[in-house]
């Protein structure tokens, strides 16, 4: 079993940056891929991004390339979200997921998640 604990979320005024962490326990963490996803109140979990689990291969939403980041450290069982040039309407809860093989931006293809984390941009 995998347990996954996000961190880092906050509030942060439009433009600005955040860079949001997730924790995994277990032993399996170098064997899974890892995603990010994001809910808004009353809407569905949207895919953010996700990363292999060797890091060699990332991908993004088309609303977050170029602004967004995801890597990890393997050494560390910890996957990072590095977000910029922040839009109020990412306003979000955040969620960490894993799975061993996983179709990266189905949330339903992933085993493990974490509580989430929230993001809040506003002035």
């Known amino acids: 079993q995998v347990q996954l604990v996000e961190s880092g979320g906050r509030l942060v005024q439009p433009g600005g940056s955040l860079r949001l962490s997730c924790v995994a326990s277990?032993?399996?963490?170098?064997?899974?891929?890892m995603g990010w996803f994001r809910q808004a109140p009353g809407k569905e979990r949207d895919f953010v991004a996700a990363?292999?689990?060797?890091?060699?291969?990332?991908f993004y939403a088309d609303s977050v390339t170029g602004r967004f980041r995801i890597s990890r450290d393997n050494t560390k069982n910890t996957v990072y979200l590095q977000m910029n040039s922040l839009k109020p309407e990412e306003t979000a809860v955040y969620y960490c997921?894993?799975?061993?093989?996983?179709?990266?931006?189905?949330?339903?293809?992933?085993?493990?998640w974490g509580r989430g984390t929230q993001v809040t941009v506003s002035s």
């Open positions: 997921a894993g799975d061993r093989a996983p179709t990266y931006a189905v949330s339903t293809s992933y085993a493990y």
């Open positions: 277990g032993r399996t963490f170098s064997s899974l891929m």
């Open positions: 990363i292999s689990d060797n890091g060699e291969s990332a």
